[in-house]
């Protein structure tokens, strides 16, 4: 609080003294000011890629199970709802808000997406610019804006689902970086809606099961799905190739920030930035793949990053009590099959899943550890995409893979 004093009296000094000679002023005030700019190029310095946990990391006020890491993963709350509830959202973050700072609400009518360009601007609540307040059940996606419109430093999402009573609640904090501020132009097609706009005009629908049930000509990006007995998870959807409606459960390049050299647990519940490189969690992989009759296509970018696929038909992967074993059916592509090699030292169809805490795999020693992240190892691979740098390919490409992505969807014949 003293250094945003010193600043604040240093702004209103910078105003009283417009057009005179700064010099002039006590010695007292030119070293307080001087510390307080030392102070601040430090944070400056500390938002600077490679110190994220330090300067990006934030609690929201409405996660209480992790941290809201940057720029957008942040869990899902479940709060239950009547019908006939009073609901207010609140923008408050866990640091001071500058007075300067203007606060916009906007509001996605019946989806679920933090695309801004699909939002419209709303009137602030009576109670205050940081509410809003929801007379009923609603569905879609509530963002709030701190700092400047164009640009702001902070964003939250909320997202208001209410069948039968049930208000689903997500909150994203976003720090604005290089890459991920609002341009003049985007903004261009919002407009205020109607002061009338009536929350109980909102259909009332469920999350979709996967990316299959997005409404079609939805855009690619992230949405929250609910497969059947689980709670919502956030989820890449690709809409934009073959048909679209794709569930990606792995993003890897070969100049990921993540090591992939983790645990059987948070293998389990998955990692990463959904936007980049990211695991979906293998529990809900196979909560995805047990829903249906799946199919999976494996794209990898060769060492040209010229990108190439494999098609497995089916796809399904086992309950932890069978160590989350792959199940693979007829392969088609445009790269090899390498997932059903005829090498048994090589094989990753049929196998169970690895990882440097729990070896599962037919080697004599642990193939997560000696190999890489965790996988389908048998002893030990032809296939290797959950590691950084590395990526393997069959003879595709033996280590220079450019990326990998791992999608998923319901077979064409149920």
């Given at each position: 609080?003293?250094?945003?004093?010193?600043?604040?009296?240093?702004?209103?000094?910078?105003?009283?003294?417009?057009?005179?000679?700064?010099?002039?002023?006590?010695?007292?005030?030119?070293?307080?000011?001087?510390?307080?700019?030392?102070?601040?190029?430090?944070?400056?310095?500390?938002?600077?890629?490679?110190?994220?946990?330090?300067?990006?990391?934030?609690?929201?006020?409405?996660?209480?199970?992790?941290?809201?890491?940057?720029?957008?993963?942040?869990?899902?709350?479940?709060?239950?709802?009547?019908?006939?509830?009073?609901?207010?959202?609140?923008?408050?973050?866990?640091?001071?808000?500058?007075?300067?700072?203007?606060?916009?609400?906007?509001?996605?009518?019946?989806?679920?997406?933090?695309?801004?360009?699909?939002?419209?601007?709303?009137?602030?609540?009576?109670?205050?610019?940081?509410?809003l307040?929801?007379?009923?059940?609603?569905?879609?996606?509530?963002?709030?804006?701190?700092?400047?419109?164009?640009?702001?430093?902070?964003?939250?999402?909320?997202?208001?689902n209410?069948?039968?009573?049930?208000?689903?609640?997500?909150?994203?904090?976003?720090?604005?970086?290089?890459?991920?501020?609002?341009?003049?132009?985007?903004l261009?097609?919002?407009?205020?809606?109607?002061?009338?706009?009536?929350?109980?005009?909102?259909?009332?629908?469920?999350?979709?099961?996967?990316?299959?049930?997005?409404?079609?000509?939805?855009?690619?990006?992230?949405?929250?799905?609910?497969?059947?007995?689980?709670?919502?998870?956030?989820?890449?959807?690709?809409?934009?190739?073959?048909?679209?409606?794709?569930?990606?459960?792995?993003?890897n390049?070969?100049?990921?920030?993540?090591?992939?050299?983790?645990?059987?647990?948070?293998?389990?519940y998955?990692?990463?930035?959904?936007?980049?490189?990211?695991?979906?969690g293998?529990?809900?992989?196979?909560?995805?793949?047990?829903?249906?009759?799946?199919?999976?296509?494996?794209?990898?970018?060769?060492?040209?990053?010229?990108?190439?696929?494999?098609?497995?038909?089916?796809?399904?992967?086992?309950?932890?009590?069978?160590?989350?074993?792959?199940?693979?059916?007829?392969?088609?592509?445009?790269?090899?099959?390498?997932?059903?090699?005829?090498n048994?030292?090589?094989?990753?169809?049929?196998?169970?899943?690895?990882?440097?805490?729990?070896?599962?795999?037919?080697?004599?020693?642990?193939?997560?550890?000696?190999?890489?992240?965790?996988?389908?190892?048998?002893?030990?691979?032809?296939?290797?995409?959950?590691?950084?740098?590395?990526?393997?390919?069959?003879?595709?490409c033996?280590?220079?893979?450019?990326?990998?992505a791992?999608?998923?969807?319901?077979?064409?014949?149920?």
């Amino acid at each position: 609080m003293a250094l945003q004093k010193i600043i604040m009296d240093a702004v209103d000094f910078v105003k009283e003294q417009k057009g005179k000679n700064i010099w002039d002023t006590p010695e007292s005030f030119r070293v307080s000011l001087k510390e307080a700019i030392k102070k601040i190029l430090v944070k400056l310095r500390q938002m600077e890629r490679g110190n994220q946990k330090a300067a990006r990391v934030f609690r929201c006020s409405t996660c209480h199970i992790m941290h809201c890491w940057f720029p957008l993963d942040c869990p899902v709350q479940v709060v239950t709802a009547r019908a006939d509830e009073v609901v207010t959202l609140h923008c408050d973050v866990p640091f001071a808000i500058p007075p300067n700072w203007s606060i916009t609400w906007m509001f996605a009518k019946d989806m679920l997406t933090q695309d801004l360009t699909l939002f419209e601007e709303l009137q602030t609540s009576e109670e205050g610019p940081l509410n809003l307040t929801l007379w009923g059940p609603v569905r879609g996606t509530f963002a709030c804006l701190l700092a400047d419109l164009f640009e702001p430093f902070i964003r939250k999402y909320f997202y208001l689902n209410a069948p039968q009573g049930l208000l689903l609640l997500a909150c994203v904090l976003v720090l604005a970086a290089p890459g991920h501020s609002l341009h003049m132009q985007t903004l261009n097609i919002f407009r205020k809606s109607p002061s009338n706009t009536s929350a109980s005009a909102l259909k009332k629908t469920s999350l979709p099961a996967d990316c299959s049930e997005v409404s079609p000509g939805s855009p690619s990006g992230v949405y929250f799905i609910q497969p059947t007995g689980l709670h919502p998870i956030m989820v890449y959807c690709e809409m934009s190739v073959a048909d679209g409606g794709w569930t990606v459960i792995q993003r890897n390049r070969h100049n990921t920030d993540i090591t992939w050299a983790e645990s059987w647990t948070t293998y389990k519940y998955g990692f990463g930035n959904v936007h980049t490189d990211y695991w979906l969690g293998t529990e809900y992989i196979h909560q995805i793949s047990r829903q249906k009759v799946y199919r999976v296509r494996f794209v990898i970018w060769d060492a040209a990053n010229y990108a190439r696929f494999a098609d497995y038909n089916p796809f399904s992967v086992e309950d932890e009590s069978q160590g989350y074993r792959l199940r693979l059916g007829v392969y088609s592509g445009t790269a090899e099959d390498a997932m059903s090699s005829n090498n048994p030292r090589k094989v990753h169809n049929n196998m169970k899943f690895s990882t440097k805490d729990r070896d599962q795999d037919t080697y004599r020693g642990n193939c997560a550890s000696r190999s890489g992240g965790g996988w389908w190892y048998s002893a030990c691979y032809s296939v290797r995409l959950n590691v950084k740098e590395g990526i393997t390919w069959g003879s595709l490409c033996n280590g220079n893979c450019k990326g990998s992505a791992i999608l998923i969807k319901p077979a064409l014949h149920q």
